[in-house]
């Protein structure tokens, strides 16, 4: 649905986006998390055409959207990452002129309008003045404004920041049932927790570029690869230290209070192929356990550049 490459972007001496490369596959909930400053908001203005790249392309449906720009406006909508303000506005007014940019009038653009504030559990609202609505009323009524033209793509810039707890998860309700509703979702955020439980891919963006990208479950998968693994063993200690040793894959090893700890990168096949032979090199194995993924401290790390070096020979 989405294919970015090489995506540049420099701002007087600053390179905000520094080869930004992306899928965003049709039907997916993507995970846009970079701490601030990381190039997120640059990326999605790149993205919905607001700025010019220096280098790098944008597919959004299939199309070039830089040469497309009528076709691609209207498949995708888009949620910014600041809300206007609508001095003396009411809610029916705003959805209507909205409706009005992309043709919409009469009978035709009023139930359009009011189908999508009745999604959004907004149509109760249709005559309170925009200005009076809550954080959170105001991003689902932003949402309903961005689906007028009823987009396969919606991007929304950190739409829940801001947002009490409880705002915030009725909003991912929200796109949660977009999303099975056939709608693909781009969402950024500077929490990656905050989209974890609810994302089916994640793109982490530091500096300008992705440092980690893939389905929750791979990505999981990958973090847990490179977790610490714990072994203890009742005898045979020197024996188990001086195979690890030889393994290639075992990238340090420590031992603290008898327990040895080490960096081993492998999955799961891996770790049993490991720890036979460690029986097989003499040693009485009694615990062998590998550290679980933590996303957040992953992130942090990631993101401190330390973790992507890791990641990184993972893959090898
Ligand atoms: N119009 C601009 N002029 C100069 N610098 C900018 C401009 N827009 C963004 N930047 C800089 O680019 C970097 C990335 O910004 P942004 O894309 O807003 O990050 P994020 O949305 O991830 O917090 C920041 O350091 C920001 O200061
Ligand atoms: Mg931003």
Redesign the pocket.
Known sequence: MLRIRGLKKK??N?Q?LNGLDMDVEEGALYGFV?P????????IRVITGLLKPDEGTVEIDGKDAFRFRMEVRDAFGYVPDEFGMYDNLKVGEYMEFFAACYGYTGLVARNRCMQLLEQMKLDDRADAFVDSLSRGMKQRLCLARAMIHDPKLLVLDEPTSGMDPRTRLEFKEVLKELCAEGKTILI?S?ILSELAQMCTDIGIIDAGRIVLAGSMSEILQKVNDSNPLHIRVLEGREQAVAFLQKDSRVKTISIEQGDITIQFHGNSRDEARLLEGLLAAGARVNAFMREQGDLESIFMQITNHDMERVVMRGEE
């Open positions: 701002f007087k600053f905000a970079g601030n400053g990381a190039g997120k908001t640059t990326a950024s500077h």
